[in-house]
């Protein structure tokens, strides 16, 4: 079946740092890809998407292109606040009967320090 | 107004015990969903409800018991509690089941069992 693989946290960065956080899938066809992030205390809100190949999705100031080739979708920020500190969830839809199923990965953890 | 509300936000509760946990969304969605999160903060799908329909059911044990009386609420309600159950449970809404439809979570409810 289909699944997404994130890398492990925690990721600890400073203030102003530069932000990768690697997503790779495996699918059969071309799923459209998300990244969720959840603050603390609160459930998963969507962060940004995209839906076909070489679809850059954007929000917030982070950004993530979908590579066909690569089969990834990394998750990019050029800033980090302290603010953006919670975890961040890449997913994929999965064709399944009766309609599309979302697959989450296990989520990477991010702490921003001041 | 918050968009997708689920009670209690915590349950601490006996092994053995049976519970329940509410969820409505003010949407307008037809889509409905159960997740269970670990400690670990990996987020598995348990059912998606579309128009009060059963749609997806994640092979979770029969304890188990999603009950949809209409499109705006998906109730959770769990029998004779383990210890495994213990967990963040989250609710969560769609337009459809479409490949593109957003996922609104609702902030979680953390279950306790002892």
């Known amino acids: 079946g289909n699944s997404v693989t994130q890398m492990e946290g925690p990721v600890t960065l400073s203030e102003e740092a530069f932000l990768t956080i690697n997503c790779t899938y495996t699918?059969?066809?071309?799923?459209?890809l998300f990244w969720y992030v959840q603050y603390p205390g609160e459930g998963l809100q969507l962060l940004l998407k995209?839906?076909?190949?070489?679809d850059k999705g954007s929000n917030k100031g982070f950004e993530a292109t979908y590579r066909k080739e690569t089969t990834s979708f990394h998750l990019e920020k050029g800033s980090v606040q302290v603010s953006d500190s919670a975890v961040y969830f890449c997913?994929?839809?999965?064709?399944?009967?009766?309609?599309?199923?979302?697959?989450f990965g296990a989520g990477t953890r991010l702490f921003v320090k001041a | 107004d918050t968009a997708v509300s689920q009670t209690p936000k915590y349950l601490v509760t006996q092994m053995g015990n049976d519970k329940s946990i509410k969820c409505e969304q003010n949407?307008?969605?037809?889509?409905m969903y159960w997740y269970k999160q670990d400690s670990k903060k990996f987020l598995k799908i348990m059912f998606s409800?579309?128009?009060?329909?059963?749609?997806i059911n994640e092979t979770v044990p029969n304890r188990f018991s999603p009950k949809s009386p209409d499109k705006a609420h998906l109730n959770l309600h769990i029998n004779s509690l383990e210890l495994g159950d213990s967990a963040v449970y989250f609710c969560?809404?769609?337009?459809?089941?479409?490949?593109?439809?957003?996922?609104?979570f609702g902030a979680g409810t953390r279950l306790s069992v002892l």
């Open positions: 969560a809404s769609s337009q459809g089941l479409g490949e593109w439809d957003i996922q609104y």
């Open positions: 699918a059969t066809g071309y799923p459209s």
């Open positions: 995209a839906t076909k190949a070489d």
């Open positions: 997913a994929l839809s999965e064709l399944r009967t009766g309609g599309f199923k979302t697959i």
């Open positions: 949407l307008g969605h037809d889509t």
């Open positions: 409800y579309n128009n009060k329909e059963l749609i």
